[in-house]
């Protein structure tokens, strides 16, 4: 085996499907619609030696979409010898066209482009769409493949797109121009099935365990037998659960650290100190910062700013208590697979920069530990589940690394968020008694600082608004907006004006994502 091969992918990939990333938002989404399948799959870079690729002896390869045209000169290309490997290939959108190009057919920018939902002809059901009932999928494309190569048969078509499925059943070869990853496509779980299954001969045994023993081996692989680990917690399910990850795997070598940065909801370090302390009994290190942390946010409003020096003060801090453990190297981070794509790639767009991704230093003093980097938050809640970890815990909807700092939308003061932090703490109960808290992926106040008139008690009032966001989501990636219902909405409103001073008005954020995304800043 190549030495610089990563084990844990050589001992897991035989048996299991590989996603080629062409820079995509949703690489890692085809990779985790697969694993929903019970097949390992990981995502892997578009210029990973094919011999590399070889030697992990994947059943198949899935080429990712990704935002560039393949005849652009910066565009990510294709090496042929990824379709010589005598696997079968399933492209989707880009990764179609750039099969399509390496092929010798013809891609080109007809002025029909398709973003959406759109409706789906289905021409052949000899291949993989055979079982795939839908009339319309998931489009995302301004390129169209208008000459598939020779050898293949054209299984589909849209108004836009003269080939939105082609496959070459002999060297089983195939390509959709749709995404059959995203929910928004009727039965795309159906159509990856046929392809695992009927293409690749996979068998589903891939199951969260296979999660753990996997991620306590990369670990150990990368700690060793002999040195300290700290972990940053923040009492969230993605922190707690690496937390869990990294202790199975070097036991009491393991220190959990929480930086109460003051950017918490209500009683929230009370809860940390309670769960770590006395159900897990991990040493804990309680560090008291917010004075520090709002001293160097002081005067700063824009978003990018304020996620960069939060990013940078969380280092700085673990590395001061990295030196009173007498100099710990390893630093363990929650970072999910949605930190990684939206604080951008070498290819994906940012979107913007995650404390813990874009928003670190680069001259860190410790090398960070990610046991949950290709993963989503529902698969890292199954991981928690699997571990023991509390079903209050798992359940918790997710919260950002910044805190609040990211729900002040302007100069980040101690008034503004106690005002922040009553109003959302109103809104969370309010919520909870409704018995809709794990309906909602996430559920939130934002304050912006902005000041509008009111009258209360006869008097003119110029006092803030707050917003109120819900979103449904399965993964993050996208999200809908919730129709919470008018009496839920009606209490909250009510409640936050009435026990919230300094706020005189109440809106609701109806934006899905895209083209808003979950958090406002």
Sequence with gaps: MTAHLDP?????????????????????????????????????PHDMPPEEIAELHPMGLVLSGGPSSVYAAEAPGLNPEFLRLGIPVLGICYGMQAMTQALGGTVERTGAAEFGKTDLSVL??????????????????????????????????????????????????????????????????DLLKAFLFDACDCTPTWTPVHVIEDQVERIRAQVGDTEHVICALSGGVDSAVAALLVHKAVGDRLTCIFVDHGLLRQGEAEQVEEAFGDHFHVPLIHVKAKDHF??????????????????????????????????VRFLVQGTLYSDVIESGS???????????????????????VEPLRQLFKDEVRVVGAELGLPEKMVWRQPFPGPGLAIRIIGEVTADRLEILRRADYVLQEEVRRAGLYRDLWQSFAVLPAVKSVGVQGDERTYAYPVVIRAVTSDDAMTADWARLPYDLLERVSNRIINEVPGVNRVALDITSKPPGTIEWE
Excluded at 17 to 40: H, S
Excluded at 299 to 310: A, L, Q, Y
Excluded at 346 to 352: C, E, F, G
Excluded at 356 to 368: K, Q
Aim: charged letters at 25%; one cysteine or more; proline letters at 6%.
């Design 346 to 368: 070498k290819h994906a767009d940012k979107i913007k920069s995650h404390h813990n991704v874009g928003g670190l230093p680069e001259d860190m003093a410790v090398e960070l």
């Design 124 to 189: 052949s059901r000899a291949g993989l769409l055979r079982e795939f009932p839908a009339e319309t999928c998931w489009m995302s494309h301004n390129d169209s493949v208008t000459r598939p190569p020779d050898g293949f048969s054209v299984s589909a078509q849209t108004a836009g797109a003269p080939v939105a499925a082609m496959e070459d059943a002999e060297r089983r070869l195939y390509g959709v121009q749709f995404h059959p990853e995203v929910v928004h496509t009727p039965f795309g779980t």
């Design 294 to 327: 709002l001293s160097e946010l002081a005067g700063v409003t824009d978003p990018e700013t304020k996620r960069k020096i939060i990013g940078r003060e969380f280092i700085r801090t673990f590395e001061r208590e990295s030196a009173t453990l007498g100099g």
């Design 8 to 44: 844990a992918l050589a001992q897991a990939a035989p048996g299991g499907v590989l996603v080629v990333d062409f820079g995509a938002q949703y690489a890692q989404l085809i990779a985790r619609r697969i694993r929903e399948c019970r097949v390992f799959s990981a995502v892997i």
